[in-house]
C-alpha cells in the first residue's frame, strides 16, 4: 500500500467510527447475502461478533503504519480463522460486503479513491491471513 492510500483508509476510519453499529450491520447483512452458507458460521447472535469486526478492523487501520506490529496479529487471526472452517474463497466475499457496507454506511463521503484504498489493505490483509489459515491446517 502506498501512503496515499493508508491516509485515505485511516482518514475514511475516522468517518466510520461514529456509525460503526449500522457499519457492522450492513457488513454482516451483506455477507450473508451474498453468501448464505457462511451463516451458519457464525453465532445466532452477532451482537459481540459485531464488536470484534469493528475492534479488529480499527486495530487493522491503525496498524498500517506499522506493519511489523500488524501482520503477527493478522497472522494470529489467519490461523484461528482455519478453525472456524473458514475457506480461502471465503475472504473475497468478506471483502466485497466490507467494501459496499462502507459504501452505504458512509454514503457519498465514500470516494472511489478511498474503496480502491480499502480494497488494497483489506486484499493485502486477507492474503496474509490465507497463507497463514494455510500453514495451520498443514502443521
Not at 92 to 115: K, M, N, P, Q, S
Amino acid at each position: 500500500m502506498t501512503p496515499e492510500q493508508i491516509a485515505l483508509v485511516q482518514g475514511s476510519f475516522r468517518q466510520v467510527m461514529p456509525v460503526a453499529a449500522q457499519i457492522a450491520d450492513l457488513f454482516y447483512g451483506r455477507l450473508f447475502e451474498l453468501a448464505p452458507a457462511v451463516r451458519p458460521l457464525f453465532p445466532d447472535d452477532l451482537t459481540e461478533q459485531k464488536k470484534k469486526l469493528m475492534q479488529m478492523l480499527g486495530l487493522a487501520v491503525t496498524g498500517l503504519n506499522t506493519p511489523e506490529t500488524l501482520l503477527p496479529a493478522v497472522v494470529g487471526l489467519g490461523e484461528r480463522h482455519s478453525g472456524y472452517d473458514v475457506a480461502p474463497e471465503h475472504y473475497a466475499v468478506v471483502g466485497e460486503a466490507l467494501i459496499w457496507a462502507l459504501g452505504r454506511g458512509l454514503g457519498e463521503a465514500f470516494t472511489e479513491e478511498e474503496a480502491m484504498a480499502w480494497a488494497s489493505a483489506y486484499g493485502t490483509l486477507a492474503d496474509v491471513m490465507i497463507g497463514a489459515s494455510s500453514s495451520a491446517t498443514h502443521t
